[in-house]
């Protein structure tokens, strides 16, 4: 071996970095980081968080949608449907009223049209913000609040309005379908409900 080749070898991906599951967010914490995007009048990145929560897409996805999209004529939409990257396959999902306020609001505050993307890139060299971009923006929301942005990512965002619905109605194929999971095994993993339902019952059992 060339005593030069350790210089061409690739530093490990994870090196350094926690990996497994990322927890979703707490509504608590959900709430400390909306009011902070607020105060500090983050018109962009508000209407990113929000959209990141109800659209529970990954991040490729989610980076790419445009403002026709999520609206309806000037009117923000209820609904939305995107083409998944990774499965091929469309999926829906619901904009609540204040997700719709924050996206209305930027698309005016941007002056963005139709065809744009929702999130445009600073950058000539792309028309979207990058997955990348999108993950240092998630870094920051969590450390502004005090959490360990190592512990947390973009699954989390993802992750925490469906761990939300299944906590509050036990309904595994409603959350497959709002994944756009093509197999329940994939959601049971994704959501990590076998150990904690486990543990909740483990809790709740006294002897």
């Keep these: 071996m060339s005593k030069f080749s350790h210089v061409n070898r690739k530093r490990p991906w994870n090196k350094g970095k926690l990996t497994g599951q990322k927890p979703p967010l707490k509504l608590k914490e959900i709430w400390a980081i909306r009011i ?9 990145d508000l209407a990113l968080f929000n959209l990141a929560l109800d659209s529970k897409l990954r991040s490729c996805d989610l980076v790419k949608i445009r403002v026709r999209d999520a609206t309806h004529g000037s009117t923000v939409s209820r609904r939305a449907m995107v083409m998944q990257q990774k499965t091929g ?26 065809g744009e993307y929702l999130f445009s890139s600073r950058n ?20 502004t609040i005090g959490l360990d942005p190592a512990e947390y990512g973009t699954h989390s965002m993802r992750r925490t309005k469906a761990s939300l619905i299944y906590r509050r109605t036990k309904n595994l194929r409603a ?18 409900i076998e150990v904690e339902d486990a543990l909740e019952m483990a809790e709740q059992t006294e002897i």
């Design 36 to 44: 902070r995007l607020q105060i500090s009048n983050q018109v962009r």
């Design 124 to 143: 000539r060299s792309s028309s979207h913000i990058s997955t990348r971009q999108y993950a240092r923006l998630v870094d920051n929301w969590v450390r």
């Design 175 to 192: 959350v497959q379908i709002l994944l756009g999971h093509t197999k329940m095994e994939s959601t049971i993993r994704y959501l990590g």
């Design 89 to 114: 396959l469309p999926v829906q999902f619901e904009i609540t009223e204040q997700t719709r306020e924050s996206i209305s609001n930027w698309i005016n505050h941007a002056e963005l049209m139709s």
